[in-house]
């Protein structure tokens, strides 16, 4: 059984979302404050994270923060805020995906079995056919152990992250659009947009480039999409 863990500081929004959760099957823990839900977190065994952005004390992407640079599970971040600056602050620091209240319980639902669903292939696809490694401008891409090394230094790369420089290495030199990249590694259409591409590569970018502003390796197409230079 799925393990899931609602950060949540409106009880009753809270307890609503836990219930339809349970309804379908998943184990889920409610804690009401940004920093008690980021210490329990942080102490492992849940396989998604719902953590909501208003917190008292500490918000919830300080806590997306923390929590991403220990672990590496689908984090789904939930906001009455609806300008696009919080969404990409939030998919900037590490979020999975941003839902933005009010949404319906089933909604909530179908996002979370589809993030589950994508981490669990993620998660497979390391063990039967990927044991070989890619080598380009002196980034090493450990397929079977999903480890990235830039000039023989490990670097930190998120799931996504990790499948969408993989995906760039082995599509080099051709354009490809917001939409066929979003479509490639997200894989679904009512958990996201295509602003989540935009951010995630200026990830990939400052991990990288030299000079991320002045990218050589992944190039912006305006209007038509990016390239990967080989």
Known sequence: ???????EDEESIAELQKDYL???GYQVDVELSGETGMQRALQGGYDLIILDIMLPQINGFEVCKKIRSAVDIPILLVSAKKEEIDKIR???LGADDYITKPFSPSE???RVKAHLARYERLAGSGSVQQSNSIYVHGITIDKAARRVYIHNEEVPFTTKEFE???FFV???????SKTQLFESIWGYDSAGDVSTVT????KLREKIERDPAH?????TLWGAGYRFNI
């Open 215 to 219: 990218p050589q390796y992944i190039e």
């Open 164 to 166: 969408l420089l993989t």
């Open 1 to 7: 059984m799925k393990h899931i863990l609602i950060i």
């Open 108 to 110: 909530l639902v179908a």
């Open 90 to 92: 939030g998919l900037g």
């Open 22 to 24: 349970e309804i379908n």
């Open 170 to 176: 082995l599509h080099p030199n051709q354009v490809l």
């Open 199 to 202: 951010v995630h590569i200026r």
